[in-house]
């Protein structure tokens, strides 16, 4: 992994945090009775979003990493789906939409990469996403025939430092957001 870097250094978690603001923004001028339904739900998420980085950041149990860029990831996509609803509404408009969806979209690009270089800590067998080496007949088609229990066993484990490794943001990798 690469040298630690503060949370506030972490370019996802600047984007995220942006983005709550612009949300917190957006949602006061809506009607005054969603202000405290779906405005308080999209501004929650919103905010989740940053926070489930900021809560595992300095987690030295790998899996309890992976699962803090797992629930961010979770509330991002919860984020466009009420934005989606405020356009659905009225409040917002495809323009507006589109524009907080593809900012998201790639945050949750980036999340993904992060997860990817988090799994490289795990043993082979314990990984969620295909190795790229892997040729076979689908993805994780290597793992689903192993029946194997997942278990604490520090000798299989590459150390992993505080913080979240950069990820590898191939161009040429497939959009699986």
Not at 85 to 112: P, T
Not at 136 to 146: A, E, L, M, N, V
Request: hydrophobic share 30%; net charge negative; aromatic share 8%.
């Amino acid at each position: 992994m690469s040298e630690y870097k503060k949370l506030e250094e972490l370019i996802v978690y600047q984007k995220l945090c942006k983005l709550h603001i612009e949300v917190c923004e957006m949602t006061r001028k809506w009607p005054a009775d969603e202000k405290f339904e779906l405005g308080s739900q999209v501004r929650r998420s919103s905010n989740s979003s940053p926070a489930q980085l900021a809560e595992k950041y300095d987690d030295r149990h790998l899996r309890n990493k992976i699962e803090g860029v797992n629930r961010s990831r979770g509330e991002a996509g919860e984020t466009v789906h009420h934005l989606f609803v405020a356009k659905l509404k009225g409040y917002e408009s495809e323009a507006v939409y589109q524009s907080f969806r593809e900012r998201y979209k790639e945050c949750i690009r980036i999340l993904n990469g992060i997860e990817r270089k988090l799994e490289l800590y795990l043993p082979e067998r314990e990984r969620r996403w295909p190795d790229k080496s892997d040729q076979g007949s689908g993805f994780g088609s290597q793992h689903s025939t192993q029946a194997t229990a997942l278990r604490e066993e520090p000798a299989e484990y590459k150390a992993c430092p505080p913080g979240y490794p950069e990820p590898d943001l191939d161009p040429a990798a497939p959009d699986i957001s």
